[in-house]
């Protein structure tokens, strides 16, 4: 898996930081506007700036203005954390933790999250046991 490159640019920057903040991957993202996850990642470290149409295209996935993506104008819309109960932030943050381990690393934590689930679904889970 190649590593993490950081962002050369602000835009860059704003760019991974409000497609962490949806909790989405680069791929889902690029899914959302008909791109490819190559492209989203060149936009996030190597582009100074998208072409346009694809600046709008980012904005309206990201639920956000053009000019709050570019920049000009501070983001207004909260990200989804801000509206949850005490207990929903915690997973949440937890979450975002588990979107900035490696690939592998990620996979192996839904793969647990999946067997947990699927387990108390059959009634082994640790309240079947009580």
Same mark, same amino acid.
């Given at each position: 898996? #190649?590593?993490? &490159?950081?962002?050369?640019? $602000?835009?860059?920057?704003?760019? /991974?930081?409000?497609? +962490?903040?949806?909790?989405? %991957?680069?791929?889902?993202?690029?899914?959302?506007?008909?791109?490819?996850?190559?492209?989203?990642?060149?936009?996030?470290?190597?582009?100074?700036?998208? #072409?346009?149409? &694809?600046?709008?295209?980012? $904005?309206?996935?990201?639920?956000? /203005?053009?000019?709050? +993506?570019?920049?000009?104008? %501070?983001?207004?819309?909260?990200?989804?954390?801000?509206?949850?109960?005490?207990?929903?932030?915690?997973?949440?943050?937890?979450?975002?933790?588990?979107?900035?381990?490696?690939?592998?690393?990620?996979? $192996?934590?839904?793969?647990?999250?999946?067997?947990?689930?699927?387990?108390?679904?059959?009634?082994?889970?640790?309240?079947?046991?009580?």
């Amino acid at each position: 898996m #190649p590593s993490k &490159v950081p962002a050369s640019s $602000a835009f860059g920057k704003r760019l /991974t930081d409000l497609r +962490l903040a949806r909790g989405l %991957t680069q791929t889902q993202l690029a899914e959302l506007i008909g791109s490819s996850q190559r492209a989203i990642s060149h936009y996030e470290t190597v582009a100074d700036f998208p #072409p346009p149409g &694809v600046i709008i295209e980012l $904005a309206c996935a990201l639920k956000v /203005t053009t000019d709050e +993506l570019l920049g000009l104008r %501070t983001i207004k819309s909260a990200p989804l954390a801000d509206a949850l109960d005490p207990e929903s932030k915690r997973l949440w943050r937890q979450l975002k933790q588990v979107m900035a381990l490696p690939e592998k690393d990620r996979r $192996a934590v839904v793969r647990l999250i999946n067997s947990l689930v699927a387990g108390r679904s059959n009634g082994h889970g640790a309240a079947a046991h009580r």
